[in-house]
């Protein structure tokens, strides 16, 4: 089955500073999320992006299919963005079935 | 538009007891998806309804788990014979096209 990487695997940074996270997937995906689970363990929405580049806020993402990779920028981060970020891909082959990552843990402190 | 809701949210039980999640979909939401989470790592696929087929099952989901969507709105998801394996954060999705939003989980706690 198709396999995903996240990197790195933990983050910590101070207020106010910018990151970048990555993720790789070994073969051809017809969807890619990324998701921020809060402490309660809720999974939510940050991104819907198979290809392209999306922007909300101090968050933007971008997928090169191609590649096979994802990039999630954080930008100007704060406390309330600490958390698990995951990447979730939809394989070629599945209707159904997302794959996520290991998660990259962020902690931003004040 | 009320989000994916589940229930219970907490669940702890003995060994050898059978379990009983349930899952209410998006309103509209004809596809509706089971992962399981263990701690410190991603959520793990276990089955995807389209209506009220079951069209892909995991090999994680065993014997002792069924899950159904008998009118292709809620969903229920029961676990026979609980073994301490089993506890997990049980986490219900559903969609409309291929995004997929998630409900807020039901923790298991099997003692």
């Known amino acids: 089955g198709i396999q995903v990487e996240q990197s790195p695997p933990d983050l910590i940074l101070q207020e106010g500073a910018n990151s970048t996270l990555r993720c790789n997937f070994s073969?051809?995906?017809?969807?890619l999320q990324w998701f921020h689970q809060n402490p309660w363990g809720q999974l939510i929405n940050l991104f819907y992006?198979?290809?392209g580049t999306k922007q909300n806020g101090r968050l933007s993402a971008t997928t090169v299919a191609t590649e096979r990779y994802s990039l999630l920028y954080i930008s100007s981060s704060q406390t309330t963005d600490s958390g698990v970020y995951f990447c979730?891909?939809?394989?070629?082959?599945?209707?159904?079935?997302?794959?996520f990552g290991q998660g990259t843990i962020l902690t931003v402190h004040p | 538009d009320t989000g994916v809701s589940q229930d219970p949210r907490h669940k702890i039980t003995k060994r050898g007891q059978n379990v009983t999640f349930r899952c209410d979909p998006i309103s509209e939401h004809n596809r509706l998806y089971w992962y399981r989470q263990t701690l410190g790592q991603g959520p793990e696929f276990l089955t995807y309804?389209?209506?009220?087929?079951?069209?892909?099952k995991s090999r994680l989901l065993s014997d002792r788990f069924s899950a159904e969507r008998p009118k292709g709105s809620f969903s229920t998801l029961e676990i026979q014979r609980t073994e301490q394996g089993d506890s997990a954060m049980y986490l219900c999705?559903?969609?409309?096209?291929?995004?997929?939003?998630f409900g807020p989980g039901t923790r298991l706690t099997v003692t």
């Open positions: 979730a891909v939809l394989g070629g082959t599945s209707y159904g079935k997302l794959t």
């Open positions: 999705a559903s969609s409309l096209t291929t995004e997929q939003y």
């Open positions: 992006i198979p290809s």
């Open positions: 073969d051809s995906v017809n969807n």
């Open positions: 309804f389209q209506n009220e087929a079951q069209l892909e």
